[in-house]
């Protein structure tokens, strides 16, 4: 299986975010640094959700059928 790859700039502020938490937003929509427009579950960014939110680079996989298998932090 080819895994393929997308790197994403991302800010989201913790007042933001809290939306989330509240069932109001289940996905984020950005522009990788290759240009394309990515839309995934905001959930798996859980993981890296600071006090002050979300900043940081970060590498999403996802499969040649477009699934979502890991993130990571850069």
């Given amino acids: 299986m080819t895994t393929q790859s ?3 700039d991302i800010y989201i ?9 509240q069932g109001a937003v289940h996905t ?3 522009v ?3 240009g394309k427009r990515v839309q995934f579950p905001s ?3 859980q993981p890296f959700v600071r006090r002050e939110g979300i900043k940081g680079t970060f590498v ?3 499969d ?9 932090a850069i």
Avoid at 13 to 21: G, I, M, R, V, W
Avoid at 64 to 72: Q, V
């Fill in 6 to 8: 997308l790197t994403v």
């Fill in 32 to 34: 990788s640094r290759e």
């Fill in 64 to 72: 040649k059928n477009h699934k979502f298998e890991r993130i990571e």
């Fill in 43 to 45: 959930r798996i960014l």
């Fill in 13 to 21: 502020s913790a007042e933001d975010y809290l939306q989330h938490y």
């Fill in 28 to 30: 984020v929509s950005c």
């Fill in 60 to 62: 999403i996989h996802f």
